[in-house]
C-alpha cells in the first residue's frame, strides 16, 4: 500500500509535464521560449506577372525543339523576342548554383543552345531550392524555321 502513493504520484507528475510539453507544440513561441528562423528561398523571380516556364509577353513561342538531351524534370520552354536573333529559354539552378546559357552552333537548320549549371568549388553551405530562371542568347541571323537543340551540363568552378 505505501507504493500506490507513490506510482499515483508519478503518474500524476508524467500527466502534468506531458500536458506542458503539447500545449508548447501547439502555438510554436508560446511561453517565451526560442523560435528557430525559417529558411526562405533567394530565387530569382521571372519577370511580374510571368510564371516558371511562360513565354514572357513580348516574346514568340517556338515549336521546332529537340530537347531528347536534357533530363526529363528540365523545362523546355523557348521563345523568340524582338526581330528573332534573341532566343529565350528557361534554365534551371539550385542551392548555389547559377544557370546561363550560350549558343554551341548556328547551322541553315538548327541552333544548338547550352543550358549551364556552374556551382562553386569550393564547399559552402546552400540553400535546398530549384529556380528556373529565363535566360537569353543571341544569334547572328534571326531563329525561323530552324530547330532549337538543347544540351545541358554541370560545371564547378
Known sequence: MRHIGTVVGTGALLLVLSACGSAQNASPGA????????????????????????????GTPVTKIDANALSPDVPRTVWTQGDGRTVGVIGQEGGCGKASASVLEQTATAVKIELLETTPLTKQMCTMDIRFPPLTVQLSEPLGERTVVLTSRQEQK
Open 31 to 58: 511561453g517565451g521560449g526560442p523560435t528557430l528562423p525559417t529558411a526562405t528561398s533567394s530565387s530569382e523571380a521571372p519577370p511580374p506577372g510571368i510564371a516558371p516556364g511562360e513565354v514572357p509577353p513580348d
